[in-house]
């Protein structure tokens, strides 16, 4: 363990597992536990609970648990010290030194994040130097503003191979530190090992997490012979693209009341220039369902604000298949009178953007739209597939005011009677409603599946003996509950009466906490258990409908486990070999 346990213990005690959790999660109390949506996966229906007695948490629906490191770890994405780290920073507890880590991951971040800082930096002094004005000149042709440049942190990569590579093995980062940034690249051209930069002749966008680290880099090429026209930083020990979104660190702290969702560095930059200070944008990928429960964070309603091509209608039919899983309300900018943000502000200036959004359709209309836009209404064949396409978007709404309202805007665009409108979604909402029960009923399966599997993942024998490993489990988690339990039955129990091995380290390690410390928490795990194997022991944790609540109850799953225990014992026995047999009588 890095840290010791009354360090530990004084953590927990101060960063109360309902207070961390409700700063990134609407909790609602339930009893003895509360409830809310899992901010770890697109879900409508909470299944993140967290139980205030055992200071822990547990996502039914995907499977994440732990305690309040755990948490932090998972949702800040860091390394178990760094959550340790933040956790005592917020609570405003001094964290002991320890040396064990200094070589280790730890150790690895850090100077990750260090070389990314000098990175951001030199890019940012290149730009203001005279081997950066070609990037300073491109800047500024795009309208941007020293003022604003300064504020992203903006930089350029000069032309050359050797230049950050150096820069940066000046200021003590070896070869193999950068590669792992990704800031430099391994040449394939030479027999011996060679690197080079990974940017040059590029404008720099640093990508920052919400505390203010640099994480990763995007250069755009300003010559047109460039092979690429994008060099993004791929995933590292720090950085993962499809779980980051570029300006977040700025925009959520916006008065907005809702995000624009962009698709370019650049039309971030114009935005926020332009006063919307509330967009941000992916990281060369399609929206990813991690980003989604990234914006659910910060905001309730996304405006989806993609180009205006094919490829931009793409990305909103994408994004808008993610963004339903969620409680987000979203809406669709329409891109009237330019390709992107950054054109419409720069040819109509701000006041037009602003009306777009005004205008923004919702997920409803944007479909709509998209249906109309597919046929000639102006024939009575394109009028009738628009409306069947149309009628198809009117029976997914839930609201009989939106249904009335969307059908009463077809019929008198159409002239189609609105009675035969709501007829024929009718028709459809029948089907759809089939389709939804069954996706509810196979949600229903799949919501209590995750807890199962990750306790299957790494219990494999739990499938051969359920009866066994469920009062197993019910045991482990009464006392993991409830220390007083362990107190009466720990003379009674031995990690041998355990049928699965598994259970019997967890009760071996859980044995071990109480009798050190008194107590248990899933953090104590760390370094003897695997990420998946501590999912699990949360999942066991997790049990509350199962619990023992008597001590009776604990001693009648301890007869099970040797009732099952036994009969383990006579299989093996009938399985032995003569010899194997005889040494089992051996003095």
Known sequence: MAFSEEFLSELRARADMESVASSYVTLKRRGRILTGLCPFHNEKTPSFTVYPETQSYYCFGCGNGGDVITFIK????????????LLAERVGLDVPQDSRYDAGLFERRRRMFEANRLAAR????????????AGLAYYHERGLSDAIIRKFGLGFAPKGWENLRRYLNGEGF????????????????????????????????PILDLRGNVLAFSGRAITPDA???????????????????????????????????????????ALHQAGFDNAVAGLGTALTEQQAALLSRYTSEVLLCYDNDEAGQKAIRRALSILEKTTLHVKVIRMQGGKDPDEIIKTHGPE????????AANDVEYRIMQARGAYDVSTSDGKTAFLTDACKV???????????????????????EKAAILAQAGQLRKTVSRKRERDRLRDAR???????????????????????????????????HNPDIFSQIKGEIEPDDFVTAFNARVFAAVGACMQQYGHFSLSMLEGDFTPAE?????????????????????????????????KVGRGEACSLSDSDFLKLFKP
């Open 394 to 416: 009117l029976a997914d709404l839930q609201s009989p005011v939106e249904l009335d309202v969307y059908a009463s805007r077809l019929a008198e665009e159409t002239g189609v």
């Open 74 to 85: 998972n949702i800040e994405n860091l390394d178990y010290v760094e959550a340790v780290r």
């Open 446 to 480: 799949a919501a209590a599946a995750p807890a199962q599997k990750a306790i299957d993942a790494v219990n494999p024998e739990r499938a051969k003996r359920l009866r066994a490993a469920r009062a197993e489990e019910t045991l482990l988690a009464s006392i993991m």
């Open 352 to 359: 037009r953007f602003r009306a777009l959004l005004q205008d």
């Open 174 to 205: 070896s070869d193999r530190e950068l590669f792992e940034a990704n800031l430099i690249r391994k040449s394939s051209r030479s027999d011996r090992e060679s690197y080079y930069d990974a940017f040059s002749e590029r404008v720099m966008f």
């Open 534 to 566: 501590s999912s699990a022991v949360a999942a066991i944790l997790a049990q509350i409908p199962n619990l023992a609540d008597t001590l009776q109850e604990c001693r009648d799953c301890i007869r099970v486990m040797r009732e099952e225990k036994g």
């Open 227 to 269: 092979q690429r026209k994008y060099v993004n930083t791929s995933d590292t020990l720090v950085y993962k693209k499809g779980e980051n979104l570029f300006a977040l660190n700025l925009a959520r702290k916006s008065k907005a009341g809702s995000l624009i969702l962009c698709e370019g560095n650049m039309d971030v930059v």
């Open 122 to 133: 030199y890019f940012f002094k290149a730009l203001y130097s005279e081997a950066g004005q």
